[in-house]
T-cell receptor
Framework: DVKVTQSSRYLVKRTGEKVFLECVQD?????MFWYRQDPGLGLRLIYF???????EKGDIPEGYSVSREKKERFSLILESASTNQTSMYLC?????????????FGPGTRLTVT | GNSVTQMEGPVTLSEEAFLTINCTYT??????LFWYVQYPGEGLQLLLK?????DKGSNKGFEATYRKETTSFHLEKGSVQVSDSAVYFC?????????????FGAGTRLAVHP
């Protein structure tokens, strides 16, 4: 079974702190994604990566950066956390070929910024 | 642009009732269509998918048919159970520029009562 794990299920940080969210997948997938999930808005893509050291902005990249130094690991960084970044963050991975392949999701990290 | 619209929730049903959650999409090209489900406290998992027009996806008693003429992918189940209570997301996937990108609807919360 594909497994996508995220470093924390719940996280509480203060405004201005630097926050790291980590995601690891064990299926040798090329593509990895970070989403945030907010009520009534569904999932919105923050960043994705299609290869090691490669990254592309998604729909809402402002206030975030990412790092992909190894194929299995994709990190989301909040350089200076703000209260409007309180949200559920979901990581996903998928092989690169074809749009019919599902994305596999981690359990999510619920981040609260106070 | 590409988008997914699904009916607003919450949908509240009694056990054994018939379920329909409407989903329509706008897309360039030939998307694959998905329904994901998110149980309380968990990440998203694939419920079913269809990759071309007139395909029917099915799983766990849920069904959805890819209707190109009406650009729809409505989710149905003949008899819901309490354990079906969850948030359901309709999504489309397009393969472009070497990667597949998922676009999600806002999600529909289903609550099933005994």
């Amino acid at each position: 079974d594909v497994k996508v794990t995220q470093s924390s299920r719940y996280l509480v940080k203060r405004t201005g702190e630097k926050v790291f969210l980590e995601c690891v997948q064990d299926m040798d997938h090329e593509n990895m994604f970070w989403y945030r999930q907010d009520p009534g808005l569904g999932l919105r893509l923050i960043y994705f990566s299609y290869d090691v050291k490669m990254k592309e902005k998604g729909d809402i990249p402002e206030g975030y950066s990412v790092s992909r130094e190894k194929k299995e690991r994709f990190s989301l960084i909040l350089e200076s956390a703000s209260t409007n970044q309180t949200s559920m963050y979901l990581c996903a991975s998928t092989p690169p070929w074809g749009g019919s392949y599902e994305q596999y999701f981690g359990p999510g990290t619920r981040l609260t910024v106070t | 642009g590409n988008s997914v619209t699904q009916m607003e929730g919450p949908v509240t049903l009694s056990e054994e009732a018939f379920l329909t959650i409407n989903c329509t999409y706008t897309a360039t090209g030939y998307p694959s269509l998905f329904w994901y489900v998110q149980y309380p406290g968990e990440g998203l998992q694939l419920l079913l998918k269809a990759t071309k027009a007139d395909d029917k996806g099915s799983n766990k008693g849920f069904e959805a048919t890819y209707r190109k003429e009406t650009t729809s992918f409505h989710l149905e189940k003949g008899s819901v159970q309490v354990s079906d209570s969850a948030v359901y997301f309709c999504a489309l996937s397009l393969f472009s520029g070497g990667y597949n990108k998922l676009i999600f609807g806002a999600g529909t919360r289903l609550a099933v009562h005994p």
